[in-house]
């Protein structure tokens, strides 16, 4: 299908997920739909607040054939993705620092995922911090934080939390090869919010730092070895338009996306926190 996608989203979604100067972005595949009700536009853009699999599974049985979800809170999404499927609805998550494409890119361009776990045989510590303002929920900086380090590392075993109150947080664990990592939230005016990502290895590491979606600067990945310091490619790309454009290519393929499967790792994951 060529054309434009009608999309519909209420005032906290168009918040939440920036969407008026994303989709402005990509004039020739969105653009606004005179009704905000789900089912009466190709895509409906869902705010990610406690509730929001159910909105979406609303928007699924009324008939809309693409779902963004911005910014989502852990919950569990099986009954979603058992009724996306069976529709044909193209769900994707729109994912704060996670959906930024030099976190996890397409096949053609090498990404932090690549760079990080090519190494991780050899790592011997992974470090990371997020920062986000004061009064952030550290709970939901938590969960994005994991996000992160779950696009980049794959599955963390014995995840534990060394430290939690109003100011962050401190999670520790280890990586696949038995090497430990650290996680650390912060909430301070005197860092720009973040989250940097460094990974050790006894001949180098990997360093990777993303923005916020919102920020007028890339992610920055940078691999460290015997042959010295490399740059990957600057991609001048926010995690906004990464997954609306992915939602795009779905859309227009017929295909669906694995962002749910996904995101039921980090919600196992976030619960087993909460409850400790």
């Not at 905000?36 to 009324?62: C, F, I, N, R």
């Amino acid at each position: 299908m060529s054309g434009q996608y009608t999309v519909a989203a209420a005032p906290v979604a168009r918040e939440a997920g920036a969407v008026t100067p994303t989709m402005a972005s990509l004039p020739e595949t969105f653009g606004p739909a005179q009704d905000t009700q789900a089912g009466t536009a190709d895509v409906l853009v869902v705010a990610g607040v406690p509730g929001w699999t159910a909105e979406a599974a609303s928007a699924v049985a009324a008939g809309t054939r693409g779902i963004v979800v911005a910014n989502p809170v852990p919950e569990d999404t099986t009954q979603l993705a058992a009724a996306a499927g069976a529709a044909g609805t193209a769900v994707v998550l729109d994912l704060r620092w996670a959906s930024n494409p030099a976190l996890v890119g397409d096949a053609t361009e090498p990404d932090a995922r690549d760079a990080v776990r090519s190494a991780a045989g050899t790592a011997s510590l992974l470090d990371s911090v997020a920062t986000a303002a004061q009064g952030t929920d550290p709970q939901r900086l938590l969960a994005d934080h994991l996000a992160s380090l779950l696009a980049v590392c794959g599955p963390l075993d014995a995840v534990r939390v060394l430290r939690r109150g109003a100011t962050g947080y401190t999670v520790g664990g280890r990586l696949a090869n038995g090497a430990p990592f650290t996680a650390q939230g912060v909430l301070t005016p005197a860092r720009a919010a973040g989250v940097d990502i460094r990974l050790y290895t006894a001949d180098g590491g990997v360093s990777v730092q993303v923005p916020d979606p919102g920020a007028a600067w890339p992610a920055e990945v940078r691999v460290t070895g015997p042959q010295g310091e490399l740059l990957l490619p600057t991609l001048y790309e926010s995690a906004h338009r990464s997954a609306w454009r992915r939602l795009k290519d779905h859309l227009r393929a017929g295909t669906s996306p694995d962002d749910l499967a996904g995101f039921a790792r980090l919600t196992d994951l976030y619960t087993t926190l909460a409850a400790t």
